[in-house]
């Protein structure tokens, strides 16, 4: 079932963007209160990943190539920001800001473009969720720095029955709502893949049928 109160439009964000977020911070990451969570972009997955991690008390480290974009993280209550296109070493800004300690969690949907920089910003023994390709599907892994951080990368696709279940429930105790940022007509679809291509979503982009 659908959490109660969302639209259809809303819950059609979970059972993907919603639920992978899910899965990468609580099922995979088991994040506590005052752990701290990097999320790369300003996708479906992060958005979602970063309002999951300030509802479970934790610190949000987030990037985007927009500063625009970085203030509506501020406003969902990101607490650090960085523009990763005029910060490329991103990975050691995060590790500077947490006193050399890094991160809990990395929300990794970039690949292997930005795979290095998030072994840099992970903390020791932190965990790095394998999500996305944004950046293509293959490509050089540092891996004696990882194997130094003695980190997890885990892969993940997505989550189970069970978990979106406990995920729907989290929803309707903590009362976040997925970021749209448009909505379009069925029969606008071609528009829509257009507008996600263009890059300038912030969150969800939905159907309307
Ligand atoms: N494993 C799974 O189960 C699973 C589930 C869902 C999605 N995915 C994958 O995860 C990735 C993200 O999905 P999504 O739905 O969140 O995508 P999306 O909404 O299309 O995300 C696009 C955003 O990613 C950011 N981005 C692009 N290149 C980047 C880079 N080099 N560094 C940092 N950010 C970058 C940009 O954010 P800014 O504009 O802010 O720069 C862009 O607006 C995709 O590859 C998707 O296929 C996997």
Not at 51 to 75: H, I, M, P, R, W
Not at 115 to 138: E, K, R, Y
Not at 200 to 205: A, L, W
Request: charged share 20%; aromatic share 6%; hydrophobic share 40%.
């Amino acid at each position: 079932h659908q959490p109660k109160g969302y639209s259809h439009a809303e819950s059609a964000t979970l059972t993907t963007a919603g639920l992978t977020a899910w899965r990468a911070l609580v099922v995979d990451g088991g994040i506590k209160p005052g752990n701290s969570v990097l999320v790369l972009g300003s996708g479906g997955v992060s958005v979602f990943a970063c309002q999951l991690a300030k509802s479970l008390g934790a610190t949000v480290f987030a990037t985007s190539s927009s500063n625009d974009k970085l203030e509506k993280y501020k406003a969902l209550g990101a607490d650090h920001l960085i523009n990763y296109k005029e910060d490329p070493e991103w990975g050691k800004t995060v590790r500077k800001l947490t006193d050399g300690r890094g991160v809990d969690h990395v929300i990794e949907v970039g690949g292997p473009g930005t795979l290095p920089q998030s072994i840099n910003a992970v903390a020791i023994a932190g965990h790095i969720a394998l999500i996305g390709v944004l950046t293509g599907s293959a490509g050089e892994v540092p891996t004696a720095k990882l194997m130094a951080k003695q980190a997890r990368l885990q892969g993940l696709i997505v989550g189970s029955c069970s978990d979106q279940r406990d995920f729907v429930r989290a929803l309707e105790a903590n009362g976040v709502k997925p970021v749209i940022d448009k909505t379009f007509g069925l029969e606008e679809l071609a528009d829509a893949f257009r507008y996600e291509e263009s890059g300038k979503h912030f969150g969800k982009i939905c159907l309307a049928f």
